[in-house]
């Protein structure tokens, strides 16, 4: 009858810019999964006796663990006898430096603008390029190391560091905690490791960059960041993958510790290809994520822009467990074609006088869900806690949905927790008045849509605000014609 | 400038505009009358371009070129502005940042260098003096928790920053109290000049009394039924539109 749901219909077409694959001869593991296989990636690190304990007490637990339904998804049953868990890049077994990375891998992450030679580097943000299963390359380590600043890829982490890693590894995720976080336990392969001293500021932003490019293997890293007594950190982390009509399952693990008076802010941009307009191929992104605010005055900042993958299943999480502790998340999350997402969080307030902050963003665009599922759990002893919480949905188009599933747990009277919800319509009324301003139709849904984004966007480091506009852009290409 | 040749407008099965003839020049200001469902609206929302209009017969030619062909947003960089009866909300948009992004696609498309924050500002600033407009509006998202008076001073306002060559104001007046009236009056008064074509679409004379048109047409089942001079509009208020069916027309 009127054109305006059929203008709005023509969003099917979104172009993805990091669908290229990479020809690199890489170094693989047979598929499927069983003791071997954690033995054979474990010995292919060559990793201490205790680690590969760890790994198979965690496959252990997950052979009988269930995959969770519980979540607001619909995805084909995973095969995991199908896929390959291990996948390296044939490289020198040790770079001297930079220059030695693979130039074709070194190409891979200058087409995604993540430069890995620190000359080109910019605005002094520190990179660890994570290239299918493996670290590739950390730049600044030099400069970092001099502040007592430890980065570098987790298996480094387990060579020149295992106490530190032995402290905490699975501190904050225990090996048990969930059949994604089981599985990642027992087959992680890298990820980035970050150690701030006691009462250093770092001086520069640390990023890790993930990029899947074999085809039919998995992601399975781990992060680890621990912030000593009055330490700050501010983190970042990227992911892209190749367009491919399979889908590719990414199970990953970030465990954060903050000490008293520590601060760390972790920002994520993912990127992860989202499949096409029909569903077909895309990331099926499984990630534990959790931070524990163990020391008194302790922050911890989560700040996501989700805009790729296929499925997104993913609540990072504090444990507020030191007095007067901080535990905040921003999160913009958007699912448009054929996409899903069910994300949120968990503030877990353990401590007196903690204080949680959530804001939540989640657009839909397409035939897209979105679901934000969180759990604000305020304990007994958690005298004086509080808890904002704010879960915003902006629907563009009719055919799109947006789920909210809040769960408030309180366990004593002193507590103050508020809830605010709201579910609006990008409206062809709202466009046509922009347009008639002046505006294309597309800068016109940028705008609308960066306004409600606008809580979220400012807790992101500069740059990285300005790249998380232009992606949503991206992502949102061709949604209104 | 503007030249409406027969132009009619379908919704659904319903013939709304069944061919509008309407010439307006450059510097005049035109006063478009009617009852409820006459078409007033509908006649401005296909001169800005409004998707949901489907023009099935006729022509609108604005400085020479084919309006129908263009898209709204180009029409807007052509120099149309349509004042909305009601204007849309853009929670969390400054409204400065929108005004600016507004004014930088009109200049671009006409081979123009973007105003920078500072030029833009001064700018601004001079055309809220004018208006006497509150400038912590400038601030606040666009529309978003507006009062009915300030959302039409916010778009008069838009009118005196873009300047636009022909400004279509829908039933400016719906819901204003006098005063109010008064001060959105005031600014288009400021707004007429020999470069700037008006149309003011209209359902009560109250709001000619202050913007005084050249020329007044009634519009009447989708059609112009009379046209005149000011008088036209104070002959109304007197008789009511029913005068209109009782007389014959005369031109």
């Given at each position: 009858m009127s054109t305006s749901t059929d203008t709005i219909e023509e969003l099917a077409t979104r172009e993805y810019k990091y669908g290229f694959v990479t020809d690199v001869e890489a170094e693989e593991l047979p598929k499927g999964l069983n003791e071997d296989i954690v033995r054979m990636i474990s010995a292919k690190k060559k990793e201490p006796e205790w680690l590969l304990e760890w790994r198979l007490k965690a496959f252990r637990v997950w052979q009988k663990m269930k995959e969770p339904t519980w979540q607001n998804v619909k995805y084909?049953?995973?095969?995991?006898?199908?896929?390959?868990y291990y996948s390296a890049p044939k490289q020198k077994p040790s770079l001297k430096s930079l220059d030695e990375v693979d130039p074709e891998i070194r190409k891979t992450f200058d087409k995604l603008?993540?430069?890995?030679e620190e000359q080109k580097l910019f605005s002094g943000v520190a990179v660890d390029a994570v290239f299918d299963s493996v670290s590739v390359a950390t730049t600044f380590k030099k400069q970092l190391a001099e502040v007592g600043i430890i980065f570098c890829s987790f298996s480094e982490a387990v060579h020149n560091h295992p106490d530190l890693v032995k402290k905490y590894l699975g501190s904050v995720v225990p090996h048990t905690d969930n059949f994604f976080a089981a599985l990642n336990s027992a087959v992680f392969s890298d990820g980035s490791f970050a150690y701030i001293p006691k009462g250093v500021r770092c001086p520069m932003e640390l990023s890790t960059y993930f990029r899947i490019n074999a085809k039919g293997s998995g992601q399975f890293e781990r992060t680890l960041i621990v912030a000593e007594e009055g330490a700050y950190v501010s983190y970042l982390e990227g992911c892209t993958a190749p367009m491919r009509d399979e889908h590719q399952l990414h199970a990953a693990v970030v465990e954060l510790v903050a000490l008293d008076n520590a601060t760390i802010k972790y920002s994520t941009i993912q990127n992860w290809y989202p499949g096409d307009k029909d569903g077909k191929g895309g990331i099926y992104n499984f990630v534990t994520k959790r931070g524990a605010?163990?020391?008194?005055n302790s922050k911890i900042t989560w700040t996501q822009v989700e805009t790729g993958s296929a499925i997104t299943w993913k609540y990072p999480s504090c444990?507020?467990?030191?007095?007067n502790s901080v535990g905040e998340f921003y999160s913009v999350a958007t699912t448009n074609n054929m996409q899903q997402a069910d994300t949120g969080t968990k503030m877990v307030h353990l401590g007196k006088n903690t204080r949680s902050t959530i804001v939540s963003k989640g657009i839909s665009a397409g035939r897209g869900q979105n679901t934000y599922r969180g759990q604000v759990r305020i304990a007994k002893?958690?005298?004086?806690a509080r808890n904002y919480s704010q879960c915003d949905s902006l629907l563009i188009g009719d055919k799109c949905g947006a789920h909210t599933f809040p769960y408030l747990e309180i366990g004593n009277a002193t507590a103050k927790v508020e809830h605010e919800a709201s579910t609006s319509k990008i409206g062809e009324d709202q466009i046509f008045y922009l347009r008639q301003r002046g505006l294309s139709a597309e800068d016109a849904v940028n705008l609308i849509v960066n306004g409600f984004c606008k809580e979220v966007f400012r807790e992101l480091p500069m740059e990285f605000a300005v790249e998380a506009q232009k992606l949503l852009s991206v992502s949102l290409e061709g949604s209104v014609g | 400038m503007l030249d409406i040749k027969d132009l009619q407008v379908r919704a659904g099965t319903k013939d709304i505009l069944r061919g509008i003839n309407l010439k307006v020049g450059i510097g005049e200001v035109h006063a478009i009358m009617g009852p409820n469902g006459s078409g007033k609206s509908t006649l401005a929302r296909a001169i800005a371009g409004h998707p949901e209009i489907e023009v099935v017969g006729g022509s609108i030619t604005y400085t020479g070129k084919d309006l129908l062909e263009m898209a709204p947003e180009d029409r807007a960089r052509e120099g149309v502005f349509m004042a909305f009866q009601y204007p849309v909300e853009i929670p969390g948009v400054n409204n400065a940042y929108f005004l600016k992004a507004a004014i930088n696609a009109k200049r671009k498309h006409h081979g123009l260098p973007e105003l920078d924050a500072m030029e833009f500002m001064a700018l601004v600033r001079e055309k809220a003096n004018i208006l006497h407009l509150d400038p912590t509006l400038l601030n606040r998202p666009v529309n978003e928790g507006f009062s009915g008076g300030e959302k039409k001073r916010n778009e008069i306002f838009q009118m005196a920053v873009l300047e636009p060559k022909l400004a279509v104001l829908d039933e400016t007046d719906s819901g204003l109290d006098i005063d109010a009236l008064k001060a959105v009056a005031e600014g288009v008064n400021a707004m007429r000049s020999p470069e700037r074509a008006i149309i003011v679409v209209t359902h009560y004379q109250r709001l000619l009394n202050y913007i005084v048109p050249d020329f007044v047409h009634v519009l009447q089942d989708g059609r112009i039924v009379r046209s005149g001079g000011k008088e036209l509009a104070v002959h109304l208020e007197e008789k009511g539109y029913g005068w209109l069916e009782a007389e014959p027309q005369l031109m």
């Open positions: 084909e049953p995973i095969d995991y006898q199908d896929i390959i603008g993540i430069p890995i605010c163990i020391g008194v444990i507020l467990q030191g007095d002893k958690a005298i004086g | -």
